[in-house]
């Protein structure tokens, strides 16, 4: 085990949570800094840890499997932790296990919280949940990949590990070209959904914190009602776009901006994400129709089956007293989630995608024993092993 090039990792991912703790202390102090100290303590920390580890120069620099999974899970546990420092020293919590849970909910950008009135909370600390799920939303190891050339370890089982799908996608010959340019795709259309937000009506802070989180798809808000507490159309509306979007393989979006129409539009998965949103908000739309009126079931179920097919967990009306079959249409995109390389949790539709063609091979050679035929995306005929994953 190399146990010094892992160690530099973490340190190296330490530096970035040091780096991005100073986005929230700025925060603080335009508010009047009354959680400044917080996040000074925490910096101060981490300036002494990350530096101390990314001190070690390691005599072997690759990453083999099994290291590649230890420096992902020691890099999240390293990141929770030192995450949760803020949020204790500012007191907002009953302890630190709450604390920790709230870093864990963020960074994995799972949206759970223990806390019951969220508008009470400082600027800073609210500012730090939210750029919590920014951070964690297209993957730590994804950002050290792009911005830790000095390392020169080699970083493909890092890029496997953090990566969903069949196989990670490239889409330039080398890892750190590709992360950078996923990175920059994440970074624009964060900006373009704040800008939106803003033209719609939310001040800046507010549109910050609810960018953060719709990118990240992790669901925190600075208000006690979630997005609904704001009551505009507008931006619920943006949201719900910003939401599908993030739920996207970001390699599409590469492909896109090259022109590649073809590779883009015509992904199975892609379609297979269109298609199931629009089903479930068909399905929804007619099934809350009596209770609210054309116009809202369909602003109601289109927010909701974005939040809940990407996994972000926003909410704008109390959907547990919708009818039981709207609830279970809620429950099946809930699980089966969006595409592979997005934002977005669940099992991830190209597993479920394969499956369904895996079983249709499957039937085709009980009717047809002796034909030879392989389970195919985009064209692409899937290895039994990886099919086998």
């Known amino acids: 085990m190399n146990y010094p090039v892992v160690l530099k990792f973490v340190g190296i991912a330490l530096r970035v949570e040091l780096a991005a703790l100073v986005v929230p202390l700025f925060?603080?102090?335009?508010?009047?800094?009354?959680?400044?100290?917080?996040?000074?303590?925490?910096?101060?920390?981490?300036?002494?840890?990350?530096?101390?580890?990314?001190?070690?120069?390691?005599?072997?620099?690759?990453?083999?499997?099994?290291?590649?999974?230890?420096?992902?899970?020691?890099?999240?546990?390293?990141?929770?932790?030192?995450?949760?420092?803020?949020?204790?020293?500012?007191?907002?919590?009953?302890?630190?296990?709450?604390?920790?849970?709230?870093?864990?909910?963020?960074?994995?950008?799972?949206?759970?919280?223990?806390?019951?009135?969220?508008?009470?909370?400082?600027?800073?600390?609210?500012?730090w949940r939210s750029f919590m799920h920014w951070i964690g939303g297209m993957g730590v190891l994804l950002f050290m990949i792009a911005l830790a050339p000095a390392l020169g370890a080699s970083t493909v089982n890092l890029f496997r590990v953090e990566f969903t799908g069949p196989s990670p996608t490239?889409?330039?010959?080398?890892?750190?070209?590709?992360?950078?340019?996923?990175?920059?795709?994440?970074?624009?259309?964060?900006?373009?959904?704040?800008?939106?937000?803003?033209?719609?009506?939310?001040?800046?802070?507010?549109?910050?914190?609810?960018?953060?989180?719709?990118?990240?798809?992790?669901?925190?808000?600075?208000?006690?009602?979630?997005?609904?507490?704001?009551?505009?159309?507008?931006?619920?509306?943006?949201?719900?776009?910003?939401?599908?979007?993030?739920?996207v393989n970001f390699t599409l979006y590469f492909f896109l901006l090259r022109k590649e129409f073809k590779l883009t539009f015509l992904d199975q998965e892609l379609i297979f994400y269109f298609g199931l949103t629009v089903f479930a908000i068909v399905c929804i739309t007619i099934n809350i129709f009596p209770m609210y009126g054309l116009a809202d079931a369909f602003r109601y179920s289109s927010f909701q089956v974005s939040s809940l097919i990407t996994s972000t967990g926003f909410c704008t009306v109390d959907y547990n007293t919708w009818p039981t079959f709207?609830?279970?249409?809620?429950?099946?995109?809930?699980?089966?989630?969006?595409?592979?390389?997005?934002?977005?949790?669940?099992?991830?539709?190209?597993?479920?995608?394969?499956?369904?063609?895996?079983?249709?091979?499957?039937?085709?050679?009980?009717?047809?024993?002796?034909?030879?035929?392989?389970v195919r995306f985009n064209d692409n005929p899937i290895d039994e092993k990886v099919l086998s994953k």
């Open 27 to 127: 925060i603080s102090l335009l508010y009047g800094g009354v959680d400044a100290l917080p996040f000074i303590y925490t910096i101060i920390i981490l300036v002494f840890v990350s530096f101390l580890l990314t001190a070690i120069k390691p005599s072997v620099t690759k990453l083999r499997n099994l290291e590649g999974f230890i420096t992902v899970t020691l890099v999240y546990i390293s990141l929770c932790f030192f995450g949760a420092l803020p949020f204790y020293f500012s007191g907002a919590f009953p302890s630190f296990v709450d604390c920790l849970f709230e870093a864990i909910s963020g960074l994995a950008t799972t949206g759970a919280t223990t806390l019951t009135n969220i508008e009470i909370l400082p600027k800073g600390i609210l500012f």
């Open 170 to 247: 490239k889409v330039l010959p080398r890892i750190r070209e590709t992360a950078k340019i996923l990175y920059v795709i994440y970074f624009s259309l964060t900006v373009i959904q704040i800008v939106c937000l803003v033209l719609a009506g939310l001040p800046v802070y507010d549109s910050l914190i609810h960018a953060f989180s719709t990118a990240g798809t992790g669901g925190f808000s600075n208000m006690n009602a979630s997005v609904g507490g704001y009551g505009n159309i507008w931006v619920e509306y943006i949201i719900t776009i910003f939401m599908w979007l993030f739920g």
């Open 326 to 374: 709207s609830k279970l249409v809620l429950i099946l995109v809930m699980l089966t989630g969006c595409c592979a390389g997005s934002t977005g949790g669940g099992i991830k539709l190209i597993r479920v995608l394969l499956l369904l063609k895996a079983a249709k091979v499957e039937l085709y050679k009980i009717v047809h024993p002796k034909v030879v035929k392989t």
